[in-house]
């Protein structure tokens, strides 16, 4: 089945401990992205890939980061989390950028990250 | 102020009336744009996408732009309890990046 995968799904720690999310898609896609989704404020971009080892900054990066190794990768790294990072994080991933108008993106089932 | 505006509802509407989404937008640049469906606990799924005003149908879905409005639309015809979900707009820049609406809650009641 085609889909990308989130782990966890959920996750509480405390401010100042690192964690990552990992994020793994199986349809050979070369774009994805990670947002964050906040009550009123929708979706917001943290970072995307547009191919292997090819990130860039999206509308609100700070506080996160990422790597692109593999293609199937996409992991979000939190180096210090504090209490304005508590969310709901998705990982997507598409065909290409290009690939995002007619295909649209395929989302992970959302990571709940609480931190206290 | 928000380059894209949707009402966060709830919209609460009986099943099988005709349901209308929208959102208004402020850059006149933006070219595709996209309604997507998230149910709880979900990421969200396309729904349809267009790129000129006017209307779009798959099924009981309609999508309308009226660009010089700045202006999209989705239409439900005959809903159905399974349609309760957040409905979210998008809408792509010229470097294909989107932009989100902050999504409007749909619940049909039985």
């Known amino acids: 089945e085609a889909q990308v995968t989130q782990n966890p799904r959920y996750l509480i720690t405390v401010t100042g401990k690192k964690l990552t999310v990992t994020c793994s898609q199986n349809?050979?896609?070369?774009?994805m992205s990670w947002y964050r989704q906040d009550p009123g404020l929708g979706l917001r971009q943290i970072y995307y890939?547009?191919?292997?080892?090819?990130?860039d900054k999206g509308d609100v990066p700070e506080g996160y980061k990422v790597s692109r190794k593999e293609k199937r990768n996409f992991p979000l790294i939190l180096e210090s989390p504090s209490p304005n990072q508590t969310s709901l994080y998705f990982c997507?991933?598409?065909?290409?950028?290009?690939?995002?108008?007619?295909?649209?993106?395929?989302f992970g089932s959302g990571t709940r990250l609480t931190v206290v | 102020q928000k380059e894209v505006e949707q009402d966060p509802g709830p919209l609460s509407v009986p099943e099988g009336a005709i349901v209308s989404l929208n959102c208004t937008y402020s850059?006149?640049?933006?070219?595709?744009f996209m309604w997507y469906r998230q149910y709880s606990r979900k990421g969200p799924e396309l729904l349809m996408y267009?790129?000129s005003s006017g209307n779009k149908e798959d099924g009981r879905f309609t999508a309308q732009v009226d660009k010089s409005s700045k202006y999209i639309s989705l239409f439900i015809r005959d809903s159905q309890p399974s349609d309760s979900a957040t409905y979210l707009c998008?809408?792509?820049?010229?470097?294909?990046?989107?932009?989100w609406g902050a999504g409007t809650k749909l619940i049909i009641k039985p």
């Open positions: 997507a991933s598409s065909t290409t950028i290009q690939g995002l108008r007619d295909y649209g993106y395929t």
């Open positions: 349809m050979n896609h070369e774009y």
């Open positions: 890939s547009m191919n292997v080892e090819v990130t």
């Open positions: 850059n006149s640049a933006f070219q595709y």
């Open positions: 267009t790129y």
């Open positions: 998008a809408m792509t820049r010229s470097n294909y990046q989107l932009i």
